[in-house]
Every structure is written in structure tokens, then in C-alpha cells.
């Protein structure tokens, strides 16, 4: 690596070609949740990322090779720099995120979530939830802002942050007195059903 980078120039089209696609995958693994990336391995995939980052924005990116730019639009310049640089790299995942989300686009797209357990919990909906554990036990809560649920890679574990009662037919009765919460863990859980918050008692 150190031969690679033996000039100056070597290393700055390295940056050049290696930083707008380090940061599209970066940003796109803070949106979905998945196993650390290595980048000692993916820095080829930046770098073909990057590459299409430049192709797409052909028309910034052949004004930015011109010397000339800089010295008679260097405002422009630096607004030019900043979009292919950090602006489209951070636009660029989000999109394909939410293409692959979308009902339309998850017809021609694997969608990104690759869990139910994190495909229902990312919705961040407030639900009455009933836990059901493997032991038989029922417990039910309210999932809410202050509640939690683990995400990939992490082993499916939840927090709810109120606890309640559950009459024989599994209808919420009364809030625990001074609950604060139940942490559930992975190996305790068989299911989870989820209730309209309309379903309140």
C-alpha cells in the first residue's frame, strides 16, 4: 500500500476516487442495520460507487476538471466540490433506501430490511403489544417512543415501556402499578402480536 501511495498525486486521486463512495456506504449502513463492514475489503466497492457518483453528475464533474473553474467561479466551485464530495453521497443511499422501501420499487428490488422482526419494528409505531414467551406466559405492554427493539445483527430483544395486566381473554385491563418497564430477552421470546392503540381498555 505504501508504494501506491509513494507521491502525493497517487494518494490524492486515491481520496479522489475512494471518499464520495466510503461515504455512501457509510451512510447507507447507518440505515441498515447489518454487520460491520470491512472496509480493507470494500474499499473497491467505494471506489466503482465513487466512479458512479462522478458519472452521474458528468456535467459538475467536467467543470470541476477545468483549472479555469476555480480561478473565474470559485464559489461555484466550492458549492460544486461540496455536491459531489459530501451532498450527493449522502442523497444517493437514502434514495436507493427509500426506493427499496417503497411498494413500487420493492417489486424490482430486494427490499433493504431483510428481518421482519427489524421490517415492523423500524416503523417506530405505537402498538399495545403482547409478548407471548416460551414458557407459555403472556406479557403485554405498550410500545411507544421510550420502548426499544434490538435490530440486525443484534438477537431479537425488546423493551416496553409500560407493563400491563392481561385478563383470561388477553384484553389489557390496568397499567402496573409504578412500572417503568420490562427488558425482554432473546432466548425467552416465541412471538409478538401487535394491537391498534384503539384497542385500549
Known amino acids: ?6 507521491n502525493a498525486s497517487s494518494l490524492l486521486l486515491f481520496l479522489t476516487l475512494f471518499i464520495p463512495g466510503f461515504l455512501m456506504l457509510k451512510v447507507y449502513d447507518l440505515r441498515v442495520a447489518s454487520e460491520r463492514r470491512d472496509f480493507t475489503k470494500a474499499a473497491f466497492d467505494a471506489v466503482v460507487y465513487s466512479i458512479l ?3 452521474a453528475l458528468f456535467p459538475i464533474t467536467r467543470a470541476l476538471l477545468d483549472s479555469q473553474f476555480y480561478i473565474y467561479h470559485p464559489y461555484r466551485a466550492y458549492l460544486s466540490l461540496a ?14 433506501y427509500w426506493l427499496r422501501c417503497h411498494p413500487l420499487g420493492s417489486k424490482f428490488l430486494v427490499h433493504p ?20 414467551l416460551r414458557d407459555g406466559r403472556k406479557i403485554g405492554g ?28 388477553g384484553a389489557f385491563t390496568e397499567q402496573v402499578a409504578q412500572t417503568r418497564g420490562i427488558l425482554i ?17
Open 53 to 55: 457518483n462522478f458519472i
Open 185 to 201: 430477552l432473546k432466548g425467552d421470546i416465541l412471538g409478538v402480536e401487535f394491537f391498534s392503540p384503539r384497542t385500549e381498555a
Open 83 to 96: 455536491i459531489v464530495f459530501i451532498i450527493a453521497p449522502v442523497v444517493w443511499p437514502n434514495l436507493i
Open 142 to 169: 405498550w410500545f411507544s417512543s421510550k420502548s426499544f427493539a434490538s435490530s440486525s445483527p443484534a438477537p431479537p430483544e425488546i423493551y416496553l415501556e409500560e407493563v400491563w395486566t392481561l385478563s383470561s381473554d
Open 113 to 132: 430490511k431483510d428481518k421482519a422482526w427489524d421490517a415492523i419494528f423500524s416503523l417506530r409505531r405505537e402498538s399495545w403489544i403482547i409478548v407471548h
Open 1 to 6: 500500500m505504501g508504494e501506491v501511495f509513494k
